[in-house]
C-alpha cells in the first residue's frame, strides 16, 4: 500500500488523488472510504443521486472541509496550499458575486489573485457577454449570465485543472451545450476536468470517465461504456401461457438468473449473462415463448441504483 | 503588494456605491446635527460649546455605526451567498480579503469623519483649532477599532434578518446609553454609571474632551481597548468552531 503511495505522489501524471477518504457529520458519513485518482488531461464526471457525497468529495478536493480520514492530495500537494491553489479554477453551485463590483472589474480583480492569468480580451470571451452587460454590476445579471461570469471567473487563472460543481443546473439546453463546448476545448487544451452532476446523460456523454457516487460510497468506476457493463443489468423477457407460482419458482432456481418480475404484461429475468440463462431455460423445456433479449440502459439502471439508494434509506 | 493594493481598493468602491451607506451614515447624522442644533433650543449655556460637542457626538455616532452594522451584516451577506466559500478557493489569502475589509471600512470612516466636520462648520460655523480637528479626527479613527470587532461578532450570525435586528438594537442602545444622542446628564444616575462602561461613551469621551482643550481620559482609550481585545477574541472564537467542520 505505501509502495503505492510513494509512487503516486511522484508521478506528475496524477493530478487528483483521494487515499481511503470518509468525512463523517456527526455519526451519518457522507463519504466513506473513497480512493481514487484521476490522471492529467482526463474529463472526470462525478455521477451520483441526490444526497450521494458528491459536493461533500468536491469540498474536500477544494480543501473547505477536512477529511475526517483519510488523504487528498492535488498536484502531490495539500488542497490548502495557496501554490497549489493557483493552479486551480472553480465553479461553485450557486454563487452570487460580491455586490456593487462591475463584471469587468470582478475579472480584473480575480486576475490579479494569480501569477499568470488569462489575458482579459480572452476572459471577456469567455463570459459571452456585451459590452454593455459588461459595465452592469455582477449581482444584476440573470440566472444564466451569472453562470457564465462563474465560469470566466474560474478560467481566471488559466488553470490546469478545473472543478465544476453541477455546472448545468437550471440552463436550458442552448446554455447548456455551449457550457459543454468550452470545456471540451478546455480539454483540448490538456486541462484536467472534475465536474459534478446528476444528469446521466451530461457524464455519459462529456466524460472519458465516470466515479459513480452512491450513499457516499464509489459505487463504480471507470469509462462510461464500463459502467454500462458494471451497473447495466441484461434481460429476458417473454410470455407464457401457463404462468404460475411454480413457473416463477424453477425460473429463479436456474443458476444464471439473478432476479424475475413482471413488466409491461411479459415476464422478465435479469441475468449477467444473457447466452447462458437461454441455454437454462431451453435446458429445463420451460414453456415460455416470444422471447425478447434486452440491454438494459444506462438511465434505468441508474434510475434503479437511485432508487434502491431511496428504498434502502427509509427501511 | 499589488493583490493587497486592489483588494483595498475594490472594498473601498463597494461601500462608496451603496446608497445606504450614503443614507445612514451621512444624512442621518447630519439631519439630527441640524435638528438637534438649529430646530430645537436645547438650551446649553454655552452654545457654541454645545454645537461643537453635539458634532463630536454625531460623528461617532455615524462611524460607529457603520463599524458595526455595514461591517457585520455584509460579512453575513458574503457567507450566506456563497462568496465567501469561494473567495476561500482563489489563492487570495484570507488574511488579505480582511486587511482589504478593514481598509475599505477605515477609508469610509475616514470620509464620514470628514463630511460630517465640514456640515457643522458650514451649518453652525463650528471652528476649532487645527489641532483639534486633527486630533479629534484620529480619536475617533483609532477607536473605530472595537466597533470593527463588534463588527466582526456580528458577522458572525447565521442569518442576515437577524444580524441587521440585533446590529440595529446594539447601535442604538449603545448610541441613547452613551450619550450620543443627549448627554448622559439627563439620563436617570443608575444609567449614568453604566454610561461611563459602555464602549461608546468612552468613544465620544475622547472627542468631547478634545474639543474642549483637554486631552482623552486614559480610562477612555483602556476600556476601548479591553473592548476591542474582548470582542476580537470572542470573534475568533466563534469563527474557529463554526470553521472546525
Not at chain 1, 508521478?11 to 488523488?17: K, M, R, Y
Not at chain 1, 437550471?170 to 446528476?198: C, K, Q, S, Y
Not at chain 1, 416470444?290 to 439502471?301: N, P, V
Amino acid at each position: 500500500m505505501n509502495a503505492t503511495n510513494a509512487n503516486a505522489n511522484t508521478n506528475a501524471n496524477i493530478i487528483i488523488e483521494m487515499n481511503h477518504v470518509t468525512k463523517s457529520f456527526k455519526d451519518k458519513k457522507a463519504v466513506d472510504g473513497i480512493s481514487f485518482q484521476i490522471a492529467k488531461g482526463s474529463i472526470v464526471a462525478i455521477l451520483g443521486p441526490n444526497g450521494a457525497g458528491k459536493t461533500t468529495a468536491l469540498s474536500m478536493m477544494l480543501g473547505l472541509l477536512e477529511p475526517t480520514e483519510g488523504t487528498v492530495r492535488l498536484f502531490g500537494g495539500q488542497p490548502k496550499d495557496r501554490k497549489i491553489r493557483e493552479r486551480i479554477g472553480t465553479m461553485l453551485q450557486e454563487v452570487n458575486f460580491m455586490d456593487k463590483l462591475k463584471v469587468r472589474e470582478l475579472l480584473a480583480l480575480f486576475r490579479s489573485y494569480y501569477p499568470a492569468p488569462l489575458d482579459m480580451d480572452s476572459l471577456i470571451e469567455l463570459t459571452g457577454l456585451s459590452k454593455s452587460d459588461l459595465n452592469r454590476y455582477g449581482e444584476k445579471l440573470s440566472g444564466g449570465q451569472k453562470r457564465s461570469l462563474g465560469f470566466a471567473l474560474a478560467m481566471a487563472g488559466n488553470p490546469e485543472l478545473v472543478f465544476f460543481d453541477e455546472p448545468t443546473v437550471g440552463l436550458d439546453i442552448a446554455a447548456r451545450r455551449r457550457f459543454w463546448d468550452h470545456v471540451g476545448r478546455l480539454a483540448d487544451e490538456g486541462r484536467t476536468i472534475l465536474f459534478t452532476t446528476h444528469y446521466l446523460q451530461e457524464a455519459d456523454d462529456i466524460a472519458d470517465r465516470i466515479l459513480l457516487f452512491n450513499q457516499g460510497k464509489l459505487a463504480a468506476d471507470g469509462t462510461p461504456e464500463q459502467i454500462k457493463f458494471q451497473i447495466v443489468k441484461r434481460t429476458i423477457s417473454f410470455t407464457s401461457n401457463e404462468d404460475s407460482p411454480d413457473l416463477r419458482e424453477r425460473l429463479m432456481k436456474l443458476p444464471p438468473v439473478l432476479d424475475c418480475y413482471d413488466k409491461d404484461g411479459r415476464i422478465y429475468v435479469s441475468t449477467d449473462d444473457t447466452d447462458e440463462a437461454l441455454a437454462a431455460i431451453f435446458a429445463e423445456q420451460l414453456p415460455v415463448h416470444d422471447i425478447r433479449i434486452d440491454q438494459g440502459r444506462l438511465d434505468e439502471a441508474f434510475e434503479q441504483l437511485t432508487m434502491s439508494a431511496g428504498e434502502a434509506k427509509s427501511s | 503588494m499589488k493583490i493587497i493594493g486592489l483588494q483595498c481598493k475594490v472594498e473601498m468602491m463597494r461601500i462608496l456605491r451603496n446608497p445606504f451607506y450614503v443614507f445612514w451614515s451621512l444624512a442621518m447624522p447630519i439631519a439630527f446635527y441640524f435638528i438637534f442644533t438649529r430646530v430645537f433650543n436645547t438650551g446649553a449655556d454655552d452654545v457654541q460649546l454645545w454645537q461643537a460637542h453635539y458634532l463630536m457626538s454625531m460623528t461617532t455616532f455615524s462611524v460607529m455605526g457603520s463599524a458595526i452594522m455595514t461591517l457585520g451584516i455584509r460579512l453575513v451577506q458574503e457567507r450566506t451567498n456563497g462568496w465567501d466559500k469561494f473567495m476561500r478557493v482563489t489563492p487570495l489569502p484570507g488574511t488579505t480579503y480582511f486587511f482589504g475589509k478593514m481598509f475599505g471600512q477605515t477609508v469610509m470612516h475616514l470620509f464620514s469623519i470628514i463630511v460630517i466636520f465640514l456640515a457643522g462648520f458650514l451649518i453652525n460655523g463650528v471652528s476649532l483649532a487645527p489641532s483639534q480637528w486633527l486630533l479629534s479626527g484620529l480619536w475617533i479613527i483609532g477607536g473605530s477599532l472595537p466597533f470593527l470587532a463588534l463588527g466582526t461578532l456580528v458577522g458572525t450570525m447565521k442569518r442576515v434578518d437577524t444580524a441587521s435586528g440585533v446590529s440595529n438594537a446594539v447601535y442604538m442602545i449603545l448610541a441613547i446609553c452613551g450619550g450620543m444622542w443627549m448627554p448622559i446628564d439627563i439620563l436617570p444616575r443608575i444609567m449614568q454609571r453604566i454610561a461611563h462602561w459602555l464602549p461608546s461613551f468612552n468613544f465620544g469621551g475622547g472627542a468631547w474632551a478634545i474639543i474642549r482643550g483637554q486631552a482623552p481620559e486614559w480610562s477612555s482609550a483602556l476600556i476601548l481597548l479591553g473592548y476591542f481585545l474582548l470582542f476580537m477574541l470572542l470573534s475568533t472564537y466563534i469563527r474557529k468552531k463554526q470553521e472546525a467542520v
